[in-house]
């Protein structure tokens, strides 16, 4: 073992046993960001970064499960990652199939889809259905896989369905408007019944959401790394949960 490692254990060890986990997020909405700029830092094609981010998927997860949360949304795939070139897309939509039957069969996490599927080619969809069916009653953590995701295409579906569901029982647009409020929409959300993150993580250095949970996130806590996603240690997590644990939460009063 190299000097650094032994110093990066011991490091992480000392983290990890200050981290109170009683004040640990129990969501976490991570945003996988560098790996096309992690490949291209080390020597490697645009595949092989996207792949090495994709096996630090799971990972993360154990790093989740030893810390006591409970929900955790990967942004694997925006919709503006759909206009990407086919030549680039086609491999990236193959190891996002990949990684997601990796995690249901895996047997620890209950996986759910988070996007707009219409949007998605028929293989990618039958992935992500099957996944979700398979781990349906899986104890463990609630992994959202967001594929074909935009925050503003969410909340646009999410008005959508409200708007016919309320068309179906013959609610008038008046009588809508007279009782519409914010749950309305929540309860049409791709995450409708689980908390709203607590932490959201992005990787790489940038320090925007990129429309990301825009509706979810109202009141997370945000965290910014510099690391590429595939980079990213487990000291590096723990810092986000400690940076996370010193904060006051006050919800806007």
Known sequence: M??????????????????????????????????????????????????????????????????????????MLSTDNLDRP????????????????GLAADGRWR????????????????????????THDVDGILVNVAVGYGGRQEIADAVRSLLLEHARKGTSFEELAEILDIDHIAEHLYTRGQPDPDLVIRTSGEQRLSGFMLWQSAHSE????????????????????????????????
Request: glycine fraction near 8%; aromatic fraction near 10%; hydrophobic fraction near 40%.
């Open 2 to 75: 190299k000097l650094r490692d032994l110093v990066y254990r011991l490091y992480a060890r000392r983290v990890e046993g200050r981290l109170d986990h009683d004040a640990a997020p129990k969501h976490i909405g991570v945003i996988l960001d560098g790996n096309r700029r992690w490949a291209k830092a080390s020597g490697g094609t645009t595949e092989q970064g996207h792949q090495a981010g994709a096996d630090k998927i799971s990972e993360m997860l154990g790093w989740c499960t030893e810390t006591d949360v409970e929900v955790v949304t990967l942004w």
């Open 86 to 101: 086919e030549v680039e897309l086609r491999p990236l939509l193959n190891i996002i199939e990949n990684t997601v039957r």
């Open 111 to 134: 996986v759910h889809h988070v996007g707009n599927l219409d949007i998605l080619p028929a293989g990618t969809q039958t992935v992500l259905k099957e996944a979700e069916q398979a």
């Open 222 to 253: 945000y965290y910014f790394c510099e690391v590429f996603w595939p980079a990213f240690r487990k000291v590096d997590f723990l810092r986000a949960l400690r940076d996370y644990a010193a904060r006051h939460r006050r919800y806007g009063t």
